[in-house]
């Protein structure tokens, strides 16, 4: 059997979800959806959408997944049947939307990859990186370039990636997100990878359990 081209990324924030959802996007020729990105994408303009989405983002807060869906169902539609979504669903209601829409829109479920890493770990991890402000690409501090070697964006830390900020995202993931684990596991679309180690070894980890 193929392993499963419609893919969603859960974990903690610093968990790696944007690195490995760009490799498997590679990988597999699948478009990929960061809605971190897409958000703080639409946060630059000057709109009333913009600042909306910067009255959660500033105090680390998830947005409303209704808007959270108009934003993500736009991206799918012009997308074909396979993709790799980083970040979405982050809710209960966002997972069950997805399913929703994926089956009136005559495609397969997604299979969710679930990064489990510590959060002493994610803690460390994010307060050590820097970030192309660009593409996403993330470095430890020590080894980040001044300038993105693959779109020439600029690096630096993330805002929201201060401790403050930081602990607020963890307590959304934790409230909201971790209830997502239960709903992919019921019927067998979980898979459970250890973060721990380097991209290269968690991208190998990821490429056996969809084998499997
Ligand atoms: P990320 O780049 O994935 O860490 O996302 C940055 C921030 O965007 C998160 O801390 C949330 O505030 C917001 N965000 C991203 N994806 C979602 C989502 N699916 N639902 C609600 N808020 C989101």
């Given at each position: 059997m193929s392993a499963p081209r419609q893919i969603v990324f859960l974990g903690p924030p610093g968990a790696g979800k944007g690195t490995q959802a760009k490799r498997?996007?590679?990988?597999?020729g699948l478009g990929v959806c960061s809605t971190g990105s897409l958000l703080r994408c639409e946060e630059q303009r000057d709109s009333p959408l913009a600042h909306e989405i910067h009255a959660y983002l500033k105090d680390g807060?998830?947005?409303p997944d209704a808007l959270m869906l108009r934003m993500i169902s736009t991206w799918l539609t012009d997308q074909g049947?396979?993709?790799v979504l980083d970040g979405f669903p982050r809710t209960l209601a966002q997972g069950k939307a997805l399913d929703a829409f994926l089956e009136e829109t005559?495609?397969?479920q997604a299979v969710a990859i679930w990064l489990d890493v510590t959060t002493s770990e994610v803690e460390s991890r994010v307060s050590h990186r820097e970030v192309c402000d660009r593409c996403g690409n993330v470095w430890p501090r020590d080894e980040a370039p001044k300038q993105c070697p693959d779109c020439q964006g600029p690096t630096g830390p993330?805002?929201?990636d201060s401790v403050e900020l930081f602990r607020s995202r963890l307590a959304e993931y934790e409230a909201?997100?971790?209830p997502l684990l239960p709903y992919y596991r019921q019927d067998h679309r979980l898979h459970e990878i250890c973060g721990r180690g380097s991209p290269d070894e968690v991208f190998r980890r990821?490429?056996?359990?969809?084998d499997s």
């Open positions: 498997l996007s590679h990988h597999f807060n998830f947005v049947a396979e993709f005559g495609r397969s993330r805002a929201d909201k997100t971790l990821i490429l056996t359990a969809l």
